[in-house]
Antibody, heavy 118, light 110 residues
Framework: QVQLQESGPGLVKPSETLSLTCTVS????????WSWIRQPPGKGLEWIGY???????NYNPSLKSRVTISVDTSKNQFSLKLNSVTTADAAVYYC????????????WGQGTMVTVSS | QSVLTQPPSASGTPGQRVTISCSGG????????VNWYQHIPGTAPKLLIY???QWPSGVPDRFSGSKSGTSASLAISGLQSEDEADYYC???????????FGGGTKLTVL
């Protein structure tokens, strides 16, 4: 079955760029939309954006100016870059697969905690 | 502030039926399907209900979803201790052109 695994630094300095990668195993990255979603400590889930395997993207309007999501089909991976981070960007970051016309996220990674601190 | 509004907590005893509400607006729940997620902290969130009232494979029919106007509900019947988790509603928002989540409801099984 398809599994997702996030990887990347767990600590980022303020004003720097957060970079995470999600590796898709047990299936192909093709034919789906792939998302990043985060959860700040003690708060709810926030959608960051998604990318289609062919490269088209859609971002949360509140983060759009700082976010880039890219895909590498040869590696079965997609990535997140969030620049100019602040302490408000500290969160557990999840990657997830989007399915269907109603934006359901049916497979999620375990999540990775990112702390923003100097 | 989350776009969709959920009660922060809910509780019930084993075997009981519990309902969790999710309130939105015309641009999200009022015009789009609702999805529900179960999240046990430290684990990956799990899709519980999609397209308002459909079950993904493997989800027991003790869980059911419904919608009326700009509000949606998740009902859990025959409550079990393993149902203790955080529950989130979500829907596409036509105005924001993005999916939006509720703030989550922490369910405690007494």
């Amino acid at each position: 079955q398809v599994q997702l695994q996030e990887s990347g630094p767990g600590l980022v300095k303020p004003s720097e760029t957060l970079s995470l990668t999600c590796t898709v195993s047990g299936g192909s990255i093709s034919s789906y939309y792939w998302s990043w979603i985060r959860q700040p400590p003690g708060k709810g889930l926030e959608w960051i954006g998604y990318i289609y395997y062919r490269g088209s993207t859609n971002y949360n309007p509140s983060l759009k100016s700082r976010v880039t999501i890219s895909v590498d089909t040869s590696k079965n991976q997609f990535s997140l870059k969030l620049n100019s981070v602040t302490t408000a960007d500290a969160a557990v970051y999840y990657c997830a697969r989007r399915v269907g016309a109603n934006d359901a996220f049916d497979i999620w990674g375990q999540g990775t905690m990112v702390t923003v601190s100097s | 502030q989350s776009v969709l509004t959920q009660p922060p907590s809910a509780s019930g005893t084993p075997g009981q039926r519990v309902t969790i509400s999710c309130s939105g607006g015309s641009s999200n729940i009022g015009s789009n399907a609702v999805n529900w997620y179960q999240h046990i902290p430290g684990t990956a969130p799990k899709l519980l209900i999609y397209s308002t009232n459909q079950w993904p494979s493997g989800v027991p029919d003790r869980f059911s979803g419904s919608k009326s106007g700009t509000s949606a509900s998740l009902a859990i019947s025959g409550l079990q201790s393993e149902d203790e988790a955080d529950y989130y509603c979500a829907a596409w928002d036509d105005s924001l052109n993005s999916p939006v989540f509720g703030g989550g409801t922490k369910l405690t099984v007494l």
